[in-house]
């Protein structure tokens, strides 16, 4: 189960807010894009392209300036937001420590199995030429 004050999650937060305020952004006019926005909310439009990418994190004074715009209520944002974050660790259980380590275990297994192939191919070449 996933802690929500870890900071992982809390990053998964702000990309499904991002993620929110995009698909909002576009809905409300299909030419509305990242420096309309940043023009009328007197953002940077390069800060708006982070904040849809989830690699920034807004404030609450910036997302509630943003939804102003946006004719959209700030809460409605968060709860959709937070709706995909749920949903998205429903789709995709954490890893467990058994599971990574077999995998890792099979991954190097193919790597050695491939690499013992290539140097019984080269061994086999070098032999051909010098009976040449």
Same mark, same amino acid.
């Given at each position: %189960? =996933?802690?929500? /004050?870890?900071?992982? =999650?809390? =990053?998964?937060?702000?990309? *499904?807010?991002g993620r929110?305020?995009?698909?909002? #952004?576009?809905?409300k006019a299909?030419?509305?894009?990242?420096i309309?926005?940043?023009?009328a909310?007197?953002?940077?439009? =390069?800060?708006?392209s982070e904040?849809?990418?989830?690699?920034?994190?807004?404030?609450i004074?910036t997302?509630?300036?943003?939804?102003r715009?946006?004719?959209?209520? %700030?809460?409605?944002?968060?709860?959709?937001? *937070?709706?995909?974050?749920?949903?998205?660790?429903k #789709? /995709?259980? *954490?890893?467990?420590?058994?599971k990574?380590?077999?995998?890792t275990?099979?991954?190097?297994?193919?790597?050695?199995?491939?690499?013992?192939?290539?140097?019984k191919s080269?061994?086999? /070449? !070098?032999? !051909?030429?010098?009976?040449?």
């Amino acid at each position: %189960m =996933s802690n929500e /004050s870890d900071p992982k =999650s809390i =990053s998964t937060l702000n990309k *499904e807010i991002g993620r929110v305020l995009k698909k909002t #952004r576009k809905a409300k006019a299909p030419r509305f894009n990242q420096i309309d926005l940043a023009v009328a909310t007197d953002l940077q439009r =390069s800060y708006i392209s982070e904040l849809e990418n989830g690699k920034r994190n807004p404030t609450i004074e910036t997302l509630q300036v943003i939804c102003r715009e946006l004719n959209v209520q %700030m809460a409605d944002v968060i709860a959709e937001a *937070e709706t995909e974050y749920r949903l998205s660790i429903k #789709r /995709s259980p *954490e890893k467990t420590p058994a599971k990574t380590k077999a995998k890792t275990r099979a991954a190097k297994t193919k790597g050695k199995i491939k690499a013992k192939a290539k140097t019984k191919s080269k061994a086999q /070449s !070098k032999t !051909k030429n010098s009976k040449k």
